[in-house]
């Protein structure tokens, strides 16, 4: 069974730094597309980060510039580097995998909670 641990969240104050991590296994993770998405109370989800399995990243104008995605084929393991954290960043942070001509082959990670503080 195909498992997404998701690590690194916290609370932290304003303009501080986090990385999260989201480690999979049994998949063939090289070939998958990696993203981050975040969801705060009473809102819609949405994605923060996305590369694909090809090294294509795209980064919302909402935090381009203060986040960073990343990945490591060898660990099997996707990272979400934040900076310049803002309270509105506050969140739960979900990884998702995803491969397939319609993305049919998708995972979620159980999410990690963010809270910046003011």
């Known amino acids: 069974q195909v498992q997404l641990v998701e690590s690194g969240g916290g609370l932290v104050h304003h303009g501080a730094s986090l990385r999260l991590s989201c480690a999979a296994s049994?998949?063939?993770?090289?070939?998958?597309?990696v993203n981050w998405y975040r969801q705060a109370p009473g809102k819609q989800r949405e994605l923060v980060a996305g590369l694909t399995s090809g090294g294509v990243t795209h980064i919302p104008d909402s935090v381009q510039g203060r986040f960073t995605i990343s990945r490591d084929d060898a660990k099997n393991t996707v990272y979400l580097q934040m900076n310049s954290l803002k309270p509105e960043d506050t969140a739960v942070y979900f990884c998702r995998l995803a491969a397939g001509w319609n993305d049919e082959y998708e995972y979620w990670g159980q999410g990690t909670q963010v809270t910046v503080s003011s």
């Open positions: 049994k998949i063939p993770f090289r070939v998958y597309s």
